[in-house]
């Protein structure tokens, strides 16, 4: 069984300033971990993805995520934020393909004028 | 052609009609999903099909009814709704290749249940 904690339901930011948002999974197996951004009245929009070698990922819009398989987190972070960067992300989690997909609660991040 | 495209964006329907929901892809891709999301929660998986096969039902309910016609459309046939159905309906679609899959989604159907 896999599951994926997001600690933070709701972040605010002001413009300019980092934003880190925090994931934790738990799984008996090795895992792929994913980011997800879901601007208002959309679908999910995949912003970067771990599946193996490097443990720091680069993802689109200025995102990168840093996997820690001994604090087994998978925290999402953007050294400065703009408004348009406001959204609910996802943190989620496969121990195989797309159709074991374990989704996270979501994180809110409101970025402030 | 990226994109999941997904119709209609907006549905109310009373209890007792029978609506459908479509959605279409146009990347080749041979796995086809509906999820479903309430207001600010993660998306629920309903239904899997692979090579146009159902191969994942996530236990939901007969009242949802879905149907892949062929590669590149995926419908979900929905009658005797309850309000409690009210949703962000999402289709997504991937690649069958192995574990470097990502999830294509669509825009979604928000439902209203009357």
């Known amino acids: 069984a896999q599951s994926v904690t997001q600690l933070d339901s709701q972040v605010p930011v002001f413009e300019e300033a980092p934003v880190e948002l925090r994931c934790n999974y738990s799984s008996s197996v090795s895992v792929y971990l994913f980011w997800y951004v879901q601007y208002p009245n959309q679908g999910l929009q995949l912003l970067l993805k771990?599946?193996?070698?490097?443990?720091l990922v680069k993802g689109i819009n200025g995102f990168e995520a840093e996997f820690n398989k001994s604090q087994t987190s998978f925290h999402l972070r953007k050294p400065s934020v703009h408004i348009s960067d406001t959204a609910e992300y996802f943190c989620?989690?496969?121990?195989?393909?797309?159709?074991?997909?374990?989704f996270g609660s979501g994180t809110q991040l409101t970025v402030l004028p | 052609d990226t994109e999941v495209t997904q119709t209609p964006k907006h549905l109310v329907m009373g209890m007792t009609n029978k609506k459908s929901l479509k959605c279409e892809q146009h990347?080749?891709?041979?796995?086809m999903y509906w999820y479903k999301q309430k207001a600010k929660k993660p998306p629920e998986l309903m239904f899997v099909?692979?090579?146009?096969?159902?191969?994942i039902n996530e236990s939901v309910p007969s009242r949802f009814s879905p149907e892949c016609p062929n590669s590149s459309l995926l419908n979900l046939h929905l009658h005797a709704l309850q309000p409690e159905d009210s949703a962000l309906y999402l289709c997504?679609?991937?690649?069958?290749?192995?574990?470097?899959?990502?999830?294509?989604f669509g825009s979604g159907t928000q439902l209203s249940v009357l």
């Open positions: 997504a679609s991937s690649r069958l290749k192995g574990n470097n899959e990502k999830l294509f």
């Open positions: 099909y692979s090579y146009e096969k159902l191969s």
């Open positions: 990347m080749g891709h041979r796995a």
């Open positions: 989620a989690v496969s121990s195989g393909s797309a159709r074991q997909l374990t």
């Open positions: 771990y599946l193996s070698g490097s443990t």
